[in-house]
């Protein structure tokens, strides 16, 4: 095995491109920087055997499991099914909304126990034997959340899978590489299975080496020192020239950047799109990639909108609270999907409606808008009209198929996002991906009824509210 280092003077690409043989395994931190790194070097590629994958990815191609692994949203209702009573009141889920934060951290948990060579069905005996001094309650927790990990492996084993926690450690591993030089490129910190995955493939005839930059690497224990900015800034052949600039605000800091016309540039700002000093740039000329977490976008903000009117409606059937309509819909931006057509000239026209009724005291809107507005002509009537059409699609629901069919009409993700939110991010394959993992939940077998899960929908007690 060896161990490299290279200073950031030197290419971390070319030190990593140059270590390439005929049949080679490279591994990266993370499947992003693979994929980089492929891209980069295809235009040198040789026609040979050549792998790119993260390190999780290959930990998963050696440590095989006997039949099909659950992950996401699967393994976490099959882990609610398995929970009692009891375990749900002792934790204090009190619902499956409240499992998804507990039943993510319990699986993240188990997959540390699994670097460190522990088995998570053994965890419980080891705590005992290795005399931890534990609290009373720390010990009624793990024995819960041993007998809780042993219902679910046994519920999934019945319906024909296996999770990735209950591999049999590297002694179990296969390897499917022969003959390979294995390049672990910039992975600062190897956990116990891995290092011991690494050893058996250079056990089975492969050749491993492992490449850092900027640090130094123990090559008994592969632990890398500190980093050390002024020793590597010093040990640069060719230093950068950088200039400070001290700006009083953001916006400053932004109008004294576009007086200097530097031309073609880099904005290191992960929240550029939410800052305000971003307006001050010519959106033609920026290139934005947003990391928008999908409960941040538009199109969610109005899932948890319907949400909320179709539970407003448990307390008055039939009718919608005016404070509502008001709170989300007196912006233009939240009135564009449901209206389209509408001009500036109807949205001043609907505002003006709005706080009129509101004037007058009226409390709520009926969901039939021909029982309430005489005027057809009113924009509050057209918006009433859209609005109930989402609803009453939203309330005849009654599986997985329904649900992903209004993602392509009522419910899309093109209709309620933003033009940054479908031009710079990725969030419609992100919904459709999700939407096709949990459909498998279904079509799968694991769960024969959503009701085990969720409350009853709120529209089921709705019908008599609503006009057909």
């Known amino acids: 095995m060896e161990h490299v280092n290279i200073s950031f003077s030197e290419s971390l690409s070319q030190a990593a491109f140059s270590a390439i043989s005929d049949k080679s395994v490279m591994i990266y931190p993370t499947r992003a920087s693979a994929d980089a790194a492929r891209l980069e070097y295809q235009e040198h590629w040789a026609l040979q055997d050549l792998l790119w994958i993260s390190m999780q990815d290959f930990r998963d191609l050696l440590l095989c499991m006997p039949s099909p692994v659950l992950e996401d949203d699967k393994r976490l209702i099959c882990l609610y099914q398995v929970l009692s009573e009891e375990d749900k009141e002792h934790f204090h889920l009190n619902g499956y909304a409240d499992l998804v934060l507990w039943g993510t951290q319990l699986f993240q948990f188990c997959s540390e126990l699994c670097d460190a060579g522990i088995p998570v069905l053994e965890f419980q005996e080891q705590a005992a034997q290795r005399n931890l001094n534990l609290r009373l309650w720390q010990e009624d927790n793990i024995r819960r959340i041993s007998d809780i990990l042993?219902?679910?492996?046994?519920?999934?084993?019945?319906?024909?899978?296996?999770?990735?926690?209950?591999?049999?450690?590297?002694?179990?591993?296969?390897?499917?590489?022969?003959?390979?030089?294995?390049?672990?490129?910039?992975?600062?910190y190897y956990s116990k299975l891995e290092k011991a995955l690494l050893r058996q493939c250079e056990a089975a005839g492969n050749e491993v080496l492992l490449?850092?930059?900027?640090?130094?690497?123990?090559?008994e224990h592969w632990e890398t020192g500190l980093f050390d900015p002024a020793a590597n800034w010093e040990g640069l052949k060719s230093k950068a020239r950088i200039r400070l600039f001290d700006c009083e605000s953001e916006q400053q800091q932004a109008l004294s950047f576009i007086a200097m016309d530097v031309g073609e540039c880099a904005i290191l700002d992960s929240q550029f799109g939410k800052k305000a000093y971003s307006a001050y740039f010519d959106p033609n000329k920026l290139l934005?990639?947003?990391?928008?977490?999908?409960?941040?976008?538009?199109?969610?903000?109005?899932?948890?909108?319907?949400?909320e009117i179709l539970q407003s409606l448990q307390d008055?059937?039939?009718?919608i609270p005016l404070r509502i309509i008001i709170k989300y819909f007196a912006h233009p931006q939240m009135l564009i999907p449901l209206c389209p057509e509408w001009t500036e000239q109807d949205f001043v026209a609907f505002e003006r409606e709005l706080y009129e009724q509101q004037n007058q005291e009226l409390l709520y809107l009926d969901t039939d808008p021909a029982r309430q507005f005489d005027n057809e002509e009113s924009r509050l009537f057209h918006f009433a009209v859209s609005l109930n059409a989402v609803l009453q699609d939203i309330m005849r629901i009654t599986g997985i198929g329904d649900l992903a069919e209004l993602l392509s009409t009522s419910l899309a993700v093109e209709r309620y996002s933003t033009a940054m939110e479908r031009d710079n991010t990725d969030l419609l394959p992100k919904v459709w991906s999700a939407?096709?993992?949990?459909?498998?939940?279904?079509?799968?077998?694991?769960?024969?009824?959503?009701?085990?899960?969720?409350?009853?929908?709120?529209?089921?007690s709705l019908s008599c509210g609503w006009t057909t």
């Open 150 to 188: 042993l219902r679910y492996r046994s519920f999934i084993s019945s319906h024909g899978f296996s999770d990735r926690i209950f591999h049999e450690g590297s002694d179990a591993a296969q390897i499917p590489f022969n003959g390979y030089r294995i390049i672990c490129v910039n992975q600062f």
């Open 316 to 319: 008055s059937p039939g009718y």
């Open 435 to 460: 939407m096709a993992n949990f459909s498998a939940i279904q079509d799968l077998g694991l769960i024969s009824s959503w009701s085990e899960l969720f409350e009853i929908p709120v529209w089921e």
């Open 288 to 307: 934005v990639n947003e990391q928008l977490p999908i409960c941040e976008t538009h199109w969610y903000r109005f899932q948890r909108v319907f949400l």
């Open 211 to 219: 490449i850092y930059q900027g640090v130094a690497a123990d090559q």
